[in-house]
């Protein structure tokens, strides 16, 4: 697993690597040939142009323009202001040096001067800004960047795409599209997400330091980024000595008689995903049509009332069900009433693995006023409790306002207050966005995350029949429940993927998603556990 650090953290590591010797000199050094280094591996180089801002991310630039011309390229650094003019003391002893080594140096270009003199680059370094950059993008650098994407140069930003915030992942108006970035230290979480999921490219790590690695984990990551080898304990059980029962069997609470697809394709995920058994226990009035979509799983219809909504008398039905299954997951269609919020409140307090999404996390947060942090015992159990909320749900249940969750930091921070809340090690609050965190007391796991085609109606209903069914199959076994959330959405993911390839990236419907779960699962089972072999490839 790669750790991934808060900016706070990463300048933290910074000190701590002065405090060990290694200067800022130094590492603005390494950080510069790190970034050349990626150049040359490029190939066939010849034209260099690096774009260098006034702070330390232009001095990583100007060392990389210096590195470069010592290989043999020609290199050419534009900056806003003359070498010798640069105000912070590093990037002006850099660049004075870079430009004694031969660099060429294009002071203030008009936009047709910089547009020319990309047009015979090959290769672009955007050294603008880095972590320091916030607010929108000031004059020249918007215009640059708008030089810079328009032009065919291949773009490889040092550290962080100019105007992406490297812990939100949001884009400024003016923000470039690398094909590559080269960061430095650590991961930061917004490169992993939301804008900075399509402006980073690939992107590479670069240390700096051999110490690098224990003082990054001494600051204690916000994440851990999977590698699809971590999943190898996560992956869900194939022998041939089953039974239906013995491979698990999820009871899905669900439906309403406005709503009743989403338990449905809930339902039918859990099957996909290699539950044995799979019950669906839905308001009475929407049983017919659920039955009519389920030709190998029963339906048991529950008391409604008006709106055909559960009622409070459903409980009894749903713990007895709950008490021959594996895992239960509540939720998917089922709306918020005191019937619903009884039905949830009652799994709660059994001791069976329980998913709990969509309107069964809308109940939580009615049943704990929007501050779930502040009534940990309502969550408080002994048996595994993963939650799955996306933005607008994690902000409803710690109390945040609309919009109050817009970020993975914010995400990782929301949920974090959730898991330490609770304390306990049975809880996991998968945290649904363009990056997807799943956060237990021990750590928050990034799997990798999917496709834009995910997102669309009936995913999160897939995503939550997948996960009760992989608890039900590793009910009796000890894995890092985190990890197991995991695997559950790189497999959801990986579905994405394929069910995209099959329909076209803008038409997938959820139920797409579900056909392929099962040749999803296996692909990225053979990818762990084979992956050089044929598969892996
Ligand atoms: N951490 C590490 O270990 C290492 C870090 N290293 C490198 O240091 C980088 C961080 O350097 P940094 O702190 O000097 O900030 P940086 O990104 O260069 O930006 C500051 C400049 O941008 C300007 N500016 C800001 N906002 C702006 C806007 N909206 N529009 C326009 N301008 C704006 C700001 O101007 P000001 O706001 O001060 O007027 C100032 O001039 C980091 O990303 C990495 O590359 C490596 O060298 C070694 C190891
Ligand atoms: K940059």
Not at 182 to 190: D, I, N, R
Not at 432 to 439: E, F, H, N, R
């Amino acid at each position: 697993m790669q750790p991934v650090l808060n900016i706070d953290d990463v300048k933290r590591v910074e000190v701590a690597l002065t405090r060990e010797g290694v200067s800022v000199s130094e590492l603005m050094h390494r950080a510069g040939l790190a970034a050349a280094q990626e150049v040359l591996e490029l190939g066939e180089m010849d034209n260099v142009v690096v774009l260098a801002g006034m702070g330390n991310n232009g001095g990583d630039g100007w060392v990389a323009a210096e590195a470069l011309r010592a290989q043999g390229a020609n290199v050419t650094v534009v900056s806003p202001v003359e070498p010798d003019a640069l105000p912070g003391d590093l990037p002006r002893q850099v660049a004075q040096s870079a430009v004694r080594a031969g660099a060429s140096v294009l002071v203030g270009p008009s936009r047709d001067e910089l547009d020319d003199l990309l047009a015979t680059a090959d290769v672009a370094l955007d050294c603008m800004l880095g972590t320091g950059f916030h607010g929108e993008v000031r004059a020249p650098f918007d215009i640059w960047i708008e030089c810079l994407n328009a032009s065919t140069a291949r773009v490889v930003s040092v550290d962080v795409p100019s105007g992406l915030s490297a812990q939100t992942g949001l884009a400024a108006e003016a923000c470039v599209v690398a094909d590559m970035t080269v960061t430095m230290l650590a991961l930061k979480p917004g490169l992993l997400t939301d804008d900075g999921r399509d402006v980073c490219g690939a992107i590479v790590v670069a240390p700096l330091a051999e110490q690098t690695d224990r003082l990054v984990v001494d600051e204690d990551p916000v994440a851990w980024r999977t590698d699809l080898a971590d999943y190898l304990e996560a992956l869900l059980p194939r022998t041939s000595a089953v039974d239906k029962f013995s491979r698990g069997s999820v009871l899905v609470v669900g439906g309403s008689r406005r709503y009743p697809g989403a338990a449905i394709m809930a339902a039918l995920a859990a099957a996909r995903m290699g539950a044995g058994y799979v019950t669906l226990a839905t308001p009475a009035s929407a049983a017919a049509v659920a039955q009519a979509h389920l030709l190998e799983i029963p339906v048991v219809p529950l008391p409604e009332d008006a709106d055909g909504t559960l009622t409070a008398d459903a409980r009894d039905v749903v713990c007895k069900l709950a008490e021959r299954s594996s895992a239960v997951l509540v939720g998917p269609g089922l709306r918020v009433s005191g019937g619903t919020c009884a039905v949830v409140s009652a799994l709660l307090g059994m001791d069976v693995p329980l998913v709990v999404d969509a309107d069964g996390l809308n109940c939580l947060a009615r049943l704990t006023n929007g501050a779930l942090p502040q009534y940990p015992e309502i969550i408080r159990r002994s048996a595994p409790l993963v939650i799955t909320p996306h933005r607008g749900e994690l902000a409803r249940l710690v109390g945040r306002p609309a919009g109050g969750v817009s970020s993975l930091s914010d995400q990782l921070d929301a949920a974090r207050d959730i898991v330490w809340a609770d304390g306990g090690s049975e809880l996991v609050v998968v945290g649904k966005g363009t990056a997807t965190c799943c956060v237990s007391v021990e750590r928050a796991v990034l799997p990798k995350p999917g496709p834009a085609a995910l997102a669309t109606a009936g995913s999160g209903d897939v995503l939550a029949g997948m996960m009760a069914s992989a608890i039900a199959q590793r009910s009796e076994a000890d894995v890092d429940p985190a990890l197991l959330a995991a695997y559950v959405c790189e497999v959801h993911a990986y579905a994405g993927t394929l069910a995209a390839e099959r329909r076209g990236s803008r038409a997938v419907m959820a139920s797409d998603i579900i056909d392929v779960v099962g040749v999803a699962s296996d692909a990225v089972d053979a990818h762990v556990a084979y992956p050089d072999g044929p598969a892996g490839e």
